[in-house]
């Protein structure tokens, strides 16, 4: 009863990610076929709403809920970055979800889901066993 709360933002967020179609896999292929701007203009904003929440939390030195301070720090680049990019935006051009989506997905009755699901939980295991030997 305690994490109601959290399912209940997860399906309004399962649903708002369903009914704009960001979860399609038609328009998926549309953004990686440059047939469409409907990713791209979801995509950007996402990135402006990131970028100005970003820039406010850290000129008002925003808490948490709970009064702790938010701690945003830099992360050094390294060639891991572009190399994990890359393997990210071939999968998701090839199966057309990325993780989170997978479970809106699986929601709205994609069979198929359950195969990206377990490659997706394949991948992490996989990454996990090889972290010690990957560029970060």
């Known amino acids: 009863m305690k994490n109601l709360k959290y399912l209940v933002l997860g399906v309004l967020f399962g649903l708002i990610l369903t009914k704009s179609e960001v979860v399609s ?3 998926i ?3 990686f076929r440059f047939q469409s701007f409907h990713m791209y203009g979801v995509i ?3 990135i402006l709403v990131g970028m100005v929440s970003i820039q406010l939390i850290k000129r008002n030195r925003l808490k948490t809920i709970h009064g702790e301070e938010i701690s945003l720090t ?3 680049y390294t060639h ?3 190399i994990g990019g890359l393997i990210f935006g071939l999968g998701w051009a090839l199966t057309g979800a990325c993780p989170g989506p997978i ?3 699986l929601g709205s ?3 198929g889901a359950a195969v990206l699901l377990l490659a997706a939980l394949a991948g992490t295991w996989t990454y996990s ?3 010690d030997k990957l560029p970060h």
Do not use: I, P, Y
Request: glycine share 12%; proline share 0%; charged share 25%.
């Open 25 to 27: 896999w038609w328009r």
């Open 29 to 31: 292929q549309e953004m």
């Open 44 to 46: 950007g904003s996402a």
């Open 74 to 76: 830099d992360k050094k």
């Open 80 to 82: 891991g970055t572009w």
């Open 103 to 105: 479970f809106a997905q």
């Open 109 to 111: 009755g994609v069979a």
């Open 129 to 131: 066993a090889l972290r």
